[in-house]
């Protein structure tokens, strides 16, 4: 062991604070890994379910992201621990994907809910960081219903041609909305036909 | 008995942190933009800074000179993320209404300042001490620019979603300018020269 004066000691000790933060962050990621996990899994069934009110379980295809939702015909709860598994082979009653638009302060995380003829559902704002009280303004609710229903050729702000008022103010925020929902959409073009040819 | 109570007082009013010392305004003026920021900024620091101060005064006989900086470093990062993944794991709301602060804390200069300037050369009480009143004048300083910024920025006062009041005629027409980050700057440097102006601090 270096003694205190010895031109080692700081390197020695440096590495033996590093190893000991090394130690104690897996410990905790030990602990906390799974229940991390499952508290996610919760958090997002909820957003989901605020857009499809009827569903029961929920899948996502690893590759592409893409959450395909299912009623409770489609899903199996075991008895002992209560988890819910989804039937292979059934029908989704919906979509669901994570995308994100250039906002003016960043990205926006935009969470897309799409029916089965890929019409959209609705739409929620998971993150963003537009100006408070103005492009803020893209998460109240009565901006957010507008998408309700819309096909892909009307998603876009009336200035652009589309079917969308957009918030005063904060034009750029709620044009980067609507073009994050068509380049999302596009994006899992492949991943939702996919899907639609796998199903029975 | 009585140093601890100075060393508590110090940081609330004669070395405030954010108006005297002018430390971690960085993310003082990011998240100060509504009081449910501010409290919840304010509950991290006091976590992070008490943890670290404690952890710094312990070790401050071994720590070499020459590194002790990135020592510092590396016990803020770690208590940051143990906290971060604590969070997540065990109280997922409030991890969600936290979240974007935790990470903040690591650049936050208030917390590797107090460990170089203090917990590094005091014993164990007296930077418990000085931990809970440096985040006590850094919560009370950050409320008071959040209160000014919401106020005149949204025209009402909203506290964890329950509105409190609005001010008739602002509410319709906000002055936005004060939730941009322009805004921080207008308000932090009335605030300071308002605090100079009436003598609670005195240039050093």
Redesign the interface.
């Known amino acids: 062991m270096a003694t205190?004066r010895s031109a080692a000691?700081?390197i020695v000790?440096?590495t033996l604070?590093?190893l000991f933060?090394v130690v104690?962050?897996t410990l905790?990621?030990e602990?906390?890994e799974e229940?991390?996990a499952a508290?996610k899994r919760?958090?997002i069934k909820q957003m989901l379910a605020e857009l499809f009110p009827e569903m029961a379980d929920f899948t996502q295809d690893e590759g592409s992201g893409l959450y395909s939702l299912f009623d409770t015909s489609a899903v199996v709860t075991d008895g002992e621990t209560g988890e819910t598994s989804v039937l292979s082979g059934s029908l989704p009653i919906g979509y669901a994907f994570m995308t994100d638009g250039r906002g003016y302060g960043g990205k926006i995380g935009i969470l897309v809910g799409l029916e089965v003829d890929q019409a959209v559902r609705g739409i929620r704002i998971i993150s963003h960081q537009e100006?408070?009280?103005?492009g803020a303004k893209i998460t109240q609710i009565g901006f957010l219903d507008q998408f309700a229903g819309l096909s892909p050729g009307e998603l876009a702000i009336r200035r652009d041609g589309g079917a969308v008022d957009a918030i005063t103010g904060a034009t750029i925020s709620s044009r980067a909305v609507a073009e994050g929902v068509v380049q999302g959409i596009v994006d899992m073009t492949a991943a939702l036909e996919a899907v639609g040819e796998g199903g029975p | 008995m009585r140093s601890f109570v100075k060393n508590l007082t110090n940081g609330i009013v004669r070395s405030n942190p954010t108006f005297i010392l002018l430390l971690g305004l960085c993310p003082t003026l990011a998240v100060s933009t509504s009081l449910d920021n501010a409290v919840g900024m304010t509950g991290a620091v006091l976590f992070v800074l008490l943890a670290a101060n404690v952890i710094v005064s312990l070790l401050r006989r071994w720590i070499p000179n020459r590194v002790r900086i990135p020592t510092f470093i590396v016990i803020i990062a770690t208590l940051v993320t143990i906290v971060d993944l604590a969070l997540q794991g065990f109280a997922w709301s409030l991890s969600q209404s936290l979240g974007m602060y935790i990470p903040l804390i690591v650049v936050n200069c208030i917390i590797l300042g107090r460990a170089e300037a203090f917990a590094s050369r005091n014993n164990v009480r007296q930077s418990v001490a000085d931990a809970i009143g440096m985040s006590i004048g850094f919560g009370v300083a950050i409320l008071l620019i959040s209160l000014v910024r919401q106020l005149l920025g949204t025209g009402s006062l909203e506290v964890f979603s329950i509105r409190l009041f609005s001010v008739p005629g602002l509410a319709d027409n906000p002055a936005s300018i004060f939730l941009l980050p322009m805004g921080a700057f207008f308000v932090i440097g009335i605030l300071l020269a308002l605090f100079r102006w009436m003598g609670v601090s005195e240039c050093e």
């Open positions: 205190k000691y700081p000790f440096l604070v590093v933060s104690a962050l905790v990621n602990v906390t229940r991390i508290n919760e958090a100006t408070p009280g103005l």
